[in-house]
């Protein structure tokens, strides 16, 4: 076994705003941070030939999307010199106006800090398999497409 | 030989349901032969864009397909 | 007087991150955002001479300052088609591991979001009128210099 | 005539006070005169690198500085 075991990066339904707070808070500890850079995906209500999204379900393979999130991570760490990465993404229903990425990138300058996560970002868009169904009044539904 | 399949997003309203299984004549097939059986028994995959992971890796055309693997069908992800 | 009259953005002390999960917290209801990139400078306890930075004092031509974001935050609307941009930098003492820094950017995408966020961070430390006094024990000091 | 003036960031070490008062023997001076008063004045001035704001307006060299303004003496900003 590798002691660099895949992280979980799910999380069931929306990631709380609070859990947030914490998180950063639980940085402060870390004196040779300099720089943070958060990025967060929040659920549209997008209208739909007049229908608004009222929730996003996401499923995913789970095993496959933490491999691929794994080796982003060491792909990331090997080219920033980041202080930590953090990533959240939620499973199961989240709700119109609730997160449900949150990708945080700490290091001592602000540069590696804002590329990482915006790197990081596009990288779980295009090569996480996560799957978006957005729900609309009456069962009725869509599949979420990522723009390039 | 018997393969299971998991199908996910929109490709789990081609095959009805999000795991299955196929009965294939044959020992082994390559996943460019698998596709063709597979657009036999579902139509509607015809024109899909979706990629093949065998046991969690994703896998070429002419990669062997063995009895008691676990296939999965990807569509374009959609995450974040 | 017109009614674009330039926003405050500073606090006495520490940004707190309690505050700031507050923050993304009151953009739920916002339902067209989809994306919010984050921003946060943390003061660093960089080393010098064998002594640590214990805390920076910040001071600002506050009312310069005011101008200057404002002008920077119209550009950024004219650029960026954001949903909304809030800003806040401390005065007064911030010590290390607190943040002293905070921009939020909110968009419909991601790129808009990301985008204006790290051109805010950029323009805030070339053109704002502000100063950081890093303190060491010893009642000791150095004048903090943001690098190019 | 008389001005006031503000110093800001290191140049409070140079002035030795945030804000103090200059009393100049003309009625007006440019910017650029002004400048030359200040290194007489504090001659560790020199070599510093600083902007100059004239009631909260950066001004060039030939600006006229009159009576009853606000002058303010900005080294390099170092927020965020």
Same mark, same amino acid.
């Given at each position: 076994m590798s002691d660099k075991k895949p992280k979980n990066i799910f999380v069931e339904g929306p990631v709380s705003p609070v859990k947030i707070g914490e998180d950063i808070a639980h940085h402060? &500890? &870390?004196?040779?941070?300099g720089a943070h850079s958060i990025f967060m995906g929040q659920v549209r209500a997008d209208s739909v030939d007049g229908e608004a999204v009222l929730a996003i379900e996401y499923t995913a393979h789970q095993e496959m999307a933490l491999l691929a999130m794994h080796e982003i991570r060491e792909a990331i760490f090997a080219k920033y010199p980041l202080t930590c990465l953090h990533i959240t993404h939620s499973l199961g229903l989240v709700k119109a106006g609730e997160i449900c990425l949150f990708v945080f990138a700490s290091a001592v300058h602000r540069k590696e800090a804002i590329d990482a996560c915006e790197e990081v970002v596009e990288r779980i868009k295009k090569e996480l398999p996560i799957w978006g169904k957005e729900l609309f009044n009456d069962d009725q539904y869509q599949w979420k497409e990522n723009k390039g | 030989m018997q393969v299971q399949l998991m199908s996910y997003g929109a490709l789990t309203d081609v095959t009805g349901s999000e795991v299955f299984e196929l009965e294939i004549s044959q020992q082994s097939v390559t996943v460019a032969e698998l596709k063709l059986i597979l657009l036999a028994r579902y139509?509607?995959?015809?024109?899909k864009t979706f990629r093949i992971a065998v046991n969690e890796r994703f896998v070429v055309d002419e990669f062997e397909v063995l009895p008691g693997v676990i296939i999965a069908l990807m569509p374009p992800f959609s995450g974040g």
């Open positions: 402060q &500890k &870390k004196s040779n941070i | 139509p509607a995959l015809e024109g």
